[in-house]
């Protein structure tokens, strides 16, 4: 992990306010891996403050890391107009990684909205191991436009199945009614793969896919978000309630968690909490 | 460490050695409670060692577990907080976090509460008997629940005999680390000094709170939480100078939004003898580090010889 300065060498839109940043300058990133993230703030003054967690969409050897997001606040939407050559601060690679690709696995990666970087990067790595025909990509969102670089996930030559609640593309639904589909195919297909599902994407999204694994008795890695500062376990603020310990912290825990290790979060937190309770 | 300060004085650097509530620091700016860990974590970004001190994050008698999430949300130009005092407890902390501390070379102060007055004096005790812990800062913004959750620091009196029975049994450097949630913030730091205290801490976070409206949840699980960041630093300044005017016999370490060197200046001038930087350490991992590198060049640009000439410096005509 390291804090250096990077710059924007091209910010490309994607229509339906998401966008790929690349930067230049990321030598120290080079071999991060799928899950990881950085912590990122541009030139922007005092407002807004924090930097803004993004997982890795790819990196490379030379120094150029990419990264997706969606305009959904003030440090996005400043993001998104930062020109190329605009000065960034970089925190990172941060967190842990999803399982590496095998070769006796077929791995379900399960991709809703702006969840997918962690998964791109999954199936890129598939690809290099030459495992992408042991992968499948589940991608989601609401309209065609909360899915893209569908291109680049086909030159990846990974099985690619989209859903659209509104059905302009791909299934009617959620990426979990897919998901669903595609455990019937396997189990009809009699095959004796062992199958993994790995994750990310809304919270909701997230549970439904645990719940899922958890009634097939699968293997199941989530990757989660939460509000942080600071990315390196140090203002506590993305603590997740946890089976083994009462909490684990999303930076450095995670950001990916085996799937029964966090769903109690979706039952909620029952510590009594101590209101006005400062640092 | 003298060696060092000789050779920058021989090369005409101003002076950034000072003194504050019976501790020397090479320089005034330390990092602030809960914003930098047990320091470690920050070992890999920023040199430990050139910093004036550090303060650990809030140690209580046993381990506590935090709050539930959400636990922060940003603000304009700052945060809001609600971690509930998470921490590894006493014995943890001595056993995992203080023998890295012992060899960082920077000033130790460990911060500490309780939730009744028995606690705070011995947890205080115990820390205090620690080789490698330079100094106390007791933080009494935790609520007394014998006294149905108030905070201890917010009543003068409450407070006062809170100092006292720490004072007793404490025999290093103790510092208060003083709640802004006041009508009086004098009252509370005259009844630290008149108690034994040897500084006060100026402010804690500010209380606060934020709704989502697409939701009408509050954005944090508690409600209420603490403000920190930039967007309070005004009314830290203000509490500052109001303590400094009040010549209450101990020095006040400023702290609240402090984003750069001016912004540390701006607290000398206002009365405080040295600083600590907080939410700042998440925006920028290092910029303490880089505080006290504008500091000295506000002085070699002000022909500052010694950095203490300007505690208290706030030029106001009459």
Known sequence: MRYFDARVIENRSLGGGYFVFRLGGCEPLAGSRPGQFVMLRGDWGRDPLLPRPLSLLSVAHDGRADLLAKVVGKGTAL????????RVSVLGPLGNSFPEPSSDVTDLLVAGGVGLPPLFMQAESAARLGLASGSEMLYGGRTSRDLVLLGEMRGQGIALHLATEDGSLGRRGRVTDELEARLEHWRAAASTRRLRIMACGPRAMLWAVGRIAQSCDIECYLSLEEQMACGIGVCLGCAVAAQTRPYRYVCKDGPVFPASEVMAHATAASTSPNEGGQQ | ??????????????????????IGFHNPVLTASGTFGYGQEFDALCSLRSLGGLVTKGISPSPRLGNPPPRICETAAGMLNSIGLENVGVEAFAREKLPFLRACGTRVLVNFFGTTFDEYVDCGARLAALDGVDGLE???????????GIEFGRDPSVLS?????????IRKPLWVKLTPNTSDIVALARACADNGADAVSIINTITGMAIDVRTRRPKIATVFGGLSGPAIKPVALRMVYQVYRAKIGIPICGIGGIQDGNDAIEFLLAGASCVQVGTQSFVDPASAERIIREMEDYCRAQGVIDVRELVGGLAISQ
């Open chain 2, 138 to 148: 007791m933080n009494v913004s935790c609520p007394n629940i014998k006294a149905g």
């Open chain 2, 161 to 169: 005999d809170l100092v006292k029975a720490c004072r007793a049994v």
């Open chain 2, 1 to 22: 460490m003298s060696s060092s300060l000789d050779t920058r004085e021989a090369a005409g650097a101003p002076a950034l050695l000072t003194n504050c509530g019976g």
């Open chain 1, 79 to 86: 993001m998104e107009r930062s020109p190329p050559g605009s």
